[in-house]
């Protein structure tokens, strides 16, 4: 059992395989934290701190350690829960009611039952155990049991307590083409505050955060939470005045209000969360397993080619059908028609909403490309940004109602476009019927699902920031249901909804409209921290680089790509034969290397040298992979020193380098490590290696 209780004392303790989670219920009725960190095994060794004020100014309400604090009586802390009812109390007061214990295959659950002292106004606190994976889920419902409206004006998942001053705080910023920028700073007083107010989850920062004591790779704690929500969230990150940090995460109180009906309940996104206590390696494979095991489709993803920096919206059907033959002429396996197919869609001004297929472009009709992509034995695919419509598509002269508007002001566009009302009942319909009707008149195997804006002017309904996010969520289930061999790949303008939220309904994120190869080393390694490696799309693109104007050597790109799930999106119609030929050699190596790649543990390794090295290993049973990159030589051309992790250290090791075969220990190859020498600038290398049996 994950899940122990001491009756006489009521407190409960959450055990993984290798941490604990403690709190319990006082005997003011207050849910309070007591242990998060390395593994306690027995219940019994926990007490319940007998509380005191230091002042009549440091409320007891302040200094108490809450699982979950609520807006009311003194307290002035961060709160994760504030309500108002309808005579005007703007306060909630909760006692303790008792618990349930859930146990399934995949986890069990602890539910605090809490209520309101004075409203039938119910409060669960969820908590799933995945012990295996040495991971808990947070979440709470919040259910109306009265006979009038509840509402909801702030809603956290959970707030943490971490019994440490001065830690670091890890996340990432950027923007559009730079998303995934990882930063650490030191938490001190005062509050840190991450948070989208954009309507997806955002390229600026992420929903999740990270607190560690100076951890490094393998050392140190390390505590982490990711919210499962792609839309607007808000998480605070507080040094107290009391010795200690805390941590909450959930839906942003910005511009937000839920009205609870009677009857109604709400479940708020959860927070997947853990502790390491060996440092920032094991948080991420923690995570990654969980997600290969428990989230993502079963199967390894195709190599993809993708027509957009091909042909952009200049498409028609015979140059596409010339690509995908030289896609497959590659290795390609899954052939992506992207932007401009349909309606009058020659830019961005137009065609976003009028989902048919543009005769002038494909005068056969799409089947025509899609027989002769299936005849090259490749799998179809199609962009769409079905939350979108332009004010000249014929979609919004029908329907100029169903955007997002204020009646007295002018409508916002950005990039041209409006933003679709989904919370309106009509819109979902019509999406959910575009995509069927394309799925099911069309053999297409994937979808690209785009969005390149944020929305805006969201009337009176102060809901819908969650409401739209989860109309998405229920089109897609429902299409899978019907369609459950098509993969789903989440696009916002790049890397605007990589969550946790999103990740399992759709099964592959874009992560940048950056293809530059050396800026997507810096992006695929932050993401690497929180988010599964089979599920980031990389592609292989022309140069001079769209974004960065840089030129790459095709090698170095194809092994920055190689480093998650390979696409490729050059305008292969002008590779020359070394192109192709190093294209073929590539793409067949990574279909070699895939499970080890998709599904394989994953190792950041430190860089020994001044020379700016980057060095990443993969392992999967008995087979493993290095991928190592110098985008510049300097500091006198010096090499590094590859100390690699997670080998067996008496098991005998055969690795293939450019330079010829190696055979050594796993002692040797994690203690001593391998020297590795490139030169000259944008210098990268492959080494597979194999346990010897």
Not at 104 to 126: G, P, R, V
Not at 278 to 300: D, P, V, W, Y
Request: charged share 25%; net charge negative.
């Amino acid at each position: 059992m994950s899940i122990a209780m001491n009756q006489k004392k009521d407190i409960f303790l959450l055990n993984t395989r290798s941490s604990s989670y403690a709190f319990g219920i006082d005997d003011q009725g207050l849910v309070r934290h007591l242990y998060w960190g390395e593994k306690i095994e027995s219940v019994e060794d926990f007490e319940m701190p007998v509380l005191t004020e230091v002042s009549t100014n440091d409320p007891v309400f302040e200094i108490t350690r809450e699982e979950f604090p609520v807006y009311g009586s003194l307290r002035y802390k961060e709160h994760c829960l504030k309500a108002a009812f309808a005579d005007g109390i703007r306060e909630v007061v909760y006692q303790y009611c008792g618990y349930e214990v859930i146990q399934t295959e995949m986890y069990e659950e602890l539910i605090i039952q809490l209520k309101d002292t004075c409203y039938d106004f119910a409060i669960n606190l969820h908590y799933k155990v995945y012990a295996d994976y040495d991971l808990m889920e947070r979440s709470v419902t919040v259910e109306n049991r009265t006979s009038e409206v509840i509402q909801i004006e702030k809603l956290h998942s959970g707030q943490f307590h971490i019994p440490y001053e001065g830690l670091n705080f890890s996340n990432v910023h950027g923007h559009w083409g730079a998303e995934q920028q990882r930063f650490v700073q030191k938490v001190s007083y005062g509050k840190i505050v991450i948070e989208n107010r954009r309507g997806i989850s955002t390229h600026n920062h992420n929903p999740y955060f990270i607190l560690d004591k100076d951890a490094t790779q393998t050392s140190g704690d390390v505590y982490f939470g990711a919210l499962k929500m792609s839309g607007n969230f808000s998480g605070v990150i507080e040094q107290t005045q009391y010795g200690e940090t805390l941590a909450q995460i959930g839906l942003n109180s910005h511009d937000f209000m839920l009205e609870l009906k009677p009857g109604e309940t709400f479940e708020a996104p959860g927070i997947l969360c853990g502790y390491s206590g060996s440092g920032f390696e094991t948080m991420s494979q923690n995570l990654h397993h969980f997600a290969l095991k428990h989230i993502l489709r079963e199967g390894f993803r195709p190599v993809l080619y993708n027509s957009w920096e091909a042909t952009e919206f200049k498409v028609n059907s015979q140059e596409q059908i010339k690509l995908a033959k030289k896609a497959k002429e590659i290795g390609a396996e899954l052939f992506v028609l992207d932007d401009g197919w349909f309606g009058e869609r020659h830019g961005i001004d137009n065609g976003l909403g009028d989902w048919y297929v543009n005769e002038s472009k494909f005068p056969n009709g799409l089947d025509e490309l899609i027989s002769e992509v299936k005849a090259l034995d490749m799998m179809f695919g199609i962009w769409v940004e079905p939350e979108m419509v332009n004010p000249k598509a014929q979609l919004y002269q029908e329907h100029p109602d169903w955007i997002y508007h204020f009646e007295t002001r002018t409508s916002d566009t950005s990039r041209g476009q409006y933003v679709l009302n989904l919370t309106k009942k009509e819109v979902q319909n019509f999406v959910y019927k575009m995509l069927d009707d394309l799925l099911t008149e069309h053999d297409i195997d994937y979808i690209k699902w785009d969005a390149n804006r944020p929305i805006s002017q969201t009337c009176l309904q102060k809901d819908i920031w969650y409401y739209h996010i989860k109309a998405i969520y229920d089109i897609v289930t429902e299409l899978k249901k019907k369609h459950p061999n098509v993969l789903f790949e989440a696009c916002a303008s790049g890397g605007g909804r990589t969550d946790y939220g999103i990740l399992g309904i759709f099964d592959d994120f874009w992560t940048s409209d950056n293809t530059d190869a050396y800026d997507r080393l810096y992006i695929q390694d932050a993401y690497s921290y929180i988010y599964p490696i089979k599920a980031m799309r990389a592609w292989v693109t022309d140069c001079p680089n769209f974004l960065s104007g840089r030129v790459i050597p095709m090698k170095f790109r194809y092994h920055s790509a190689m480093m998650g799930t390979l696409g490729i999106g050059c305008n292969i119609l002008k590779f020359t034969e070394e192109d192709v030929a190093i294209s073929k050699e590539m793409v067949r190596q990574y279909k070699e290397i895939r499970p080890i790649v998709q599904e394989g543990d994953f190792y950041r390794l430190e860089n020994s040298s001044a020379n700016q090295y980057f060095l990443y290993e993969y392992l999967k049973d008995d087979q493993g992979l290095i991928f190592a990159f110098l985008p510049q030589s300097k500091v006198g051309h010096r090499g590094t020193r590859v100390r690699m992790r997670g080998l067996e250290a008496d098991a005998m090791y055969t690795l293939l380098t450019e330079n010829g075969e190696i055979r050594k220990s796993g002692r040797y190859l994690m203690n001593h490590g391998l020297d590795l020498r490139l030169a000259g600038d944008y210098a990268s290398t492959l080494i597979q290696f194999t346990r010897e049996k």
